[in-house]
């Protein structure tokens, strides 16, 4: 049916708007799932470390336990960092049911909320065992993507409104009928 690719950095919201979105589908009988990458990558990808080749490695796997879900009928969002074009593009290769949604919010923001003291630890003294030293964004890369289908910009919007866009994004794109549909926000 879709699947959509949910990136952007750690705190920027993907899972809470993709819970959001699943709990307004769920409640309209439609099938989604949610591939979080928090809570897939231990179990799919446990042997994988966080160089390039294991990040791209671990989307790749995710992205194809997504697409089996999409192609049999399921509304499939993967909510991970996802911080390469090139392996972005790899997914979207899968067929034009594949979409990118760029969760975007700017650094000052994250550091703002960082909700599990990951920019804190970031700008950690490189001997301190406690430093992150591969924070997506930071200090490790983050390509924006080139081409995303949908971007919202959840420093500048609530959560309720950045929720609401993406459904109405994804029901727009499933032709979900009998729907009041609002307008994108011209950000």
Known sequence: MLFIQLTGLSGSGKTT???GVKEKFLSKGIKIEIIDADIYRPILCPDLGFSKTDRQENIRRLGFVANLLAVNGVIVILAA?????????????????VKTVWINCDLDTLFERDTKQLYKRSQLADDDNNKVKNLTGVNDPYEAPKNADLVIYTNM?????SIERFYNYIS????LPSLKLIANVGI
Not at 81 to 97: F, K, V
Not at 157 to 161: A, D, G
């Open 17 to 19: 708007i993709a819970e």
């Open 81 to 97: 960092i996802n911080p390469y074009q090139e392996i972005r593009e790899e997914l979207n290769a899968y067929g034009p049911h």
């Open 157 to 161: 919007e609530t959560k309720e409104e």
């Open 172 to 175: 727009q794109e499933i032709n």
